[in-house]
């Protein structure tokens, strides 16, 4: 799997800015100017803790919320703002989103044909019926289901299955990219797996990018080219898997990856992980900007603090 | 040391659920003892019984549930002088397990700390509770212990924060307080269902590193309830493997990692995301977990066991005797079986967490 890293990013992602009032004196400043880019066919990762802003994110770029401010381009197309009516049809077809829970995210009381099938009625992308569920059948073997599974509702399946289908009804429209929100998070430790491999398989052959969300470091690293580390809505390290493994430069990061626990009882009974908190480490994330390491990795910070964690 | 203590003696534990679609054979012979001051580990997917099984050592069965045969001997100490007892929690009555057992003796830290505690209640009082209910200790006295509790559980300035409610604290500091909960009655036995699960990794190591930390000051037994490998490797003496209501392997932690047989366990390890290569691809176990509604006989992980042999589909294995501690539920382990070893790939996992393990000191 080659990503082109010289070919026009996919998705491009610039000062985005979401912010919730929620009252007159008080506003929730949920993502604070964040800078990333998605290149066709890559695996993008952002992780960070429960309130990072990480959904947020997904959500702002899939246009669920109205940006604050900021510019995304996608495809050629500014989605930012306004958009043309036009532009809006054809975001809705090659954006698709994974949600976390697929039990909450599939509705139960239509079958799982009609689940998957639903882009392709609105969008009137079938001539008849006949080819409206060859289709479906195809995306089902694809995702590993049986021919026999769509005429079924979602409560007969497993959560592993069920999240199979939430990815069917994603990859249906052929969209460019895919926002994967903490899509495996629900699921058991060995069918997480079942489904990373899914998802990296359908990638191979489709090309198609991931927005990969999540906050389990360990599965991140098997599927993304490259992470972006997010805390408190800011964007604080971003580079390639290995250069953020092999060397994280950020405190956040650093107590980030020291967190995972390693399955060997040896080795992870002595261990202590590095602590991280925001209010005494007297780093103001507002204050830093990105400065470039090497490759792609970038760090968000001041330059006393970067030739501090050197 | 002098003669371990055995708190917990789970003996041929066999429930099974009457449900609209049938009756679920649920537990199937489930046998786990644990000792004072030592942490034992319950692994397995969800369905695999692990919660059902502590429910019943709690005395917190379902009302559907019944309990087909088997024995949970609860091991304590009364408070007046010291003398020993012991019961059988499935012969005694809700009420009397409610009011001596429950909280006072087992302790329970549940997944979600925003569920299981009152939103209309201050913390502080939710920890004082249980003591003025169970000791009648007077409500000043409940006030400074709670206090100190707080601050035993790392929560800053913990005067104030005796009236805060639980919507008022982020998601570490409520199972910081659910903590404090579980130990205000100053329990024998502390049973930690997944309580990480719904937490950040970073907090989930705060979390586990507090835990340990009380667990060692005050020499309490420790069950943890995990489908995570990782958080087993960091708090478990003893690990047990269950599956489809059974147990399939069990054994001292350094045998479960370094030593498995069981080919369950097998798929578990090399499931796990390794850090250290780059492979391009997870191992994954096939299929799913079976459906307990409908038994079969023989054992419950043939199907997706690409090891299984002829027998499984007819006979479930017993449990072979390895060592002293480890045991293993499979055909593959007679002696009559063809020699099988455990895949390449994990073999050299294994190889690696064991060179590692020297660099760190640790003889294995």
Partial sequence: MAVNYNAEPLLKVQGLKQYFKVSHTFTVKAVDDVDFEIYPGETYGLVGESGSGKSTIGRSVIRLYDPTAGTIRFNGMDISGKMKAADQKALRTQMQMIFQDPMASLNPRKKVEDIIGEGLDIHHMCKSSAERSERVRTILAKVGLAPEHASRYPHQFSGGQRQRVGIARALIMNPKLIIADECISALDVSIQAQVVNLMKDIQEETGTAYLFIAHDLSMVKYISDRIGVLHLGHLLETGTTEEIFAHPVHPYTRSLLSAIPAPNPAVEKQRVAEGYDYKSSGIDYAQGTYHLLEGTHYVKCTDQELAAWK | ?364
């Avoid at chain 2, 200790?137 to 300035?157: F, M, N, Q």
């Fill in chain 2, 1 to 364: 040391m002098a003669e371990k203590e055995k708190i917990l003696d789970i003996k041929d534990l066999d429930i099974s659920f009457r449900t609209t679609a049938g009756v679920v054979h649920a537990i199937r012979g489930v046998d786990i003892d644990l000792y004072r001051g030592e942490t034992v580990a319950i692994v397995g997917e969800s369905g695999s019984g692990k919660s059902v099984t502590m429910k019943a050592a709690m005395g917190i069965l379902a009302s559907n549930a019944t309990v087909n045969r088997g024995v949970i001997q609860f091991n304590y100490h009364h408070l007046a002088d010291g003398s020993p007892a012991s019961v059988d929690i499935l012969k005694q009555d809700k009420k009397w397990i409610r009011s001596h057992i429950n909280g006072r003796r087992i302790a329970m830290v549940f997944q979600d700390p925003m569920t299981s505690l009152d939103p209309t209640m201050p913390i502080g009082k939710q920890i004082m509770e249980g003591m003025i209910w169970h000791y009648k200790t007077p409500k000043a006295e409940a006030r400074e212990k709670a206090i100190s509790l707080l601050r035993e559980v790392g929560i800053d300035d913990p005067e104030k924060r005796m009236k805060n409610y639980p919507h008022q604290l982020s998601g570490g500091m409520r199972q910081r307080v659910v903590i404090a909960i579980a130990l205000s009655c100053d329990p024998d036995l502390l049973i930690c269902d997944e309580p990480t699960t719904a937490l950040d990794v970073t907090i989930q190591a705060k979390i586990i590193e507090l835990i340990r930390r009380l667990q060692k000051e005050r020499g309490i037994s420790v069950i943890y309830i995990t489908h995570d490998l990782g958080v087993v490797a960091k708090v478990a003496d003893y690990v047990n493997v269950m599956y489809a209501g059974k147990i399939v392997e069990k054994g001292t932690i350094n045998e479960i990692f370094y030593d498995p047989r069981h080919p369950y366990t097998w798929g578990l390890l090399s499931a796990m995301p390794d850090l250290d290569t780059a492979d391009e691809r997870l191992y994954t176990i096939p299929g799913s977990p079976p459906n307990l509604l409908y038994e079969k006989p023989g054992d419950a992980f043939a199907p997706r066991n690409q090891y299984a042999l002829v027998v499984d589909d007819k006979a479930e294995p017993p449990m072979f005797q390895i060592t002293e501690d480890h045991y293993v539920a499979s055909w593959l382990l007679d002696p009559r079986a063809p020699k099988v070893e455990m895949p390449p790939e994990l073999r050299a996992r294994i190889e690696r967490m064991k060179e590692e393990a020297k660099k760190h000191g640790s003889e294995l």
